[in-house]
């Protein structure tokens, strides 16, 4: 196996032949004939020691050590592109820049601070957030999309492939409009929630599981459900339709306070396991975003020293 042999022309093939799945396409895309991409493709099975593809009529799929290499190919790829830019910011006079996941309770209790702590110091460096569900996350960061999350690992992912650092637990809170029946209830139990249309995360998510769980053992039976994983949109069905949303504690209790929505007095809470701050193994974090790593670490130090 001669892997050093691909060029990024290859790695761009294999990605884009998992795009389109037709040989012709990507020919077409790359302006070369069908013969001469098959051609190519078979001398890259050879290269690498191992059939990558099965060519069916409904097209071209990879094997599953072709899989293997499609993941490390989207890997080149997207390092590249990030050097690339690091290198333009760099040219520019500016440091670089960070990629960062996040579920939702540690952006405002770990995220937020950190990035302010760093920005103190490095007022020049680019952040890009992403919050989102837990898998969502980790896809990513196997995608090398992002430097590092704070998030939980969950069944479907193979731990031995991060890095794990604890951080803290996450609580989810019910919220209803100012004007729904509840909202100045000083206690709801499940009772109270049955019979109610909600707006929660997508069916087969993390937390639509986590949501679906706590429903089976209170006996809550909803009425209807919208599912969607954009918090505005949930923020507004909430608002706008009577229904009751979900979200994490410190989000509940910012639009409580903010006169948004109602933080329900549910007796009780709904916990999730505790969330972390994990990179993949193996891949160096850069100079940038060992910094923020290192803010979040520091945050962490300081709420465990707290009485």
Request: net charge neutral; glycine share 6%; aromatic share 8%.
């Amino acid at each position: 196996m001669h892997l050093d042999a691909f060029r990024m022309k290859h790695f761009r093939m294999l990605v884009a032949l998992d795009e389109r799945k037709k040989v012709s396409s990507v020919a077409e895309m790359f302006g070369i004939s069908q013969p001469s991409l098959s051609r190519t493709l078979s001398e890259l099975e050879i290269v690498a020691g191992h059939r990558l593809f099965e060519r069916t009529h409904r097209g071209t799929t990879f094997t599953a050590e072709g899989e293997v290499l499609l993941h490390y190919a989207r890997t080149v790829l997207t390092d590249t592109a990030r050097a690339k830019y690091d290198m333009e910011v760099a040219a520019a006079g500016k440091r670089g820049s960070v990629s960062i996941g996040t579920v939702m309770t540690p952006a405002s209790d770990f995220i937020v601070p950190a990035l302010t702590a760093v920005q103190e110091q490095y007022a020049d460096l680019d952040f890009n957030i992403t919050v989102a569900s837990s898998d969502t996350l980790l896809a990513q960061i196997m995608a090398g999309q992002l430097d590092f999350a704070v998030c939980r690992i969950g069944r479907e992912f193979n731990e031995a492939k991060f890095e794990y650092l604890p951080l803290g637990h996450e609580t989810l809170r019910m919220v209803v409009a100012l004007t729904h029946p509840l909202a100045e209830r000083q206690s709801v139990s499940g009772s109270d929630l049955t019979g109610l249309d909600w707006a929660l995360q997508p069916a087969g998510s993390y937390l639509r599981n986590v949501v679906e769980d706590y429903h089976r053992r209170n006996g809550i039976i909803p009425k209807s459900i919208v599912s969607t994983s954009s918090e505005l949109l949930t923020l507004f069905l909430v608002r706008e339709s009577g229904r009751v949303g979900i979200f994490a504690q410190t989000v509940a209790e910012l639009y409580d306070r903010h006169g948004m929505l109602r933080a329900l007095r549910i007796d009780t809470d709904i916990n999730l396991p505790g969330f972390g701050l994990l990179h993949l193994k193996g891949r160096e974090l850069s100079a940038s975003a060992k910094l923020v790593y290192q803010a979040i670490l520091k945050l962490a130090e300081t709420d465990k020293a707290m009485p």
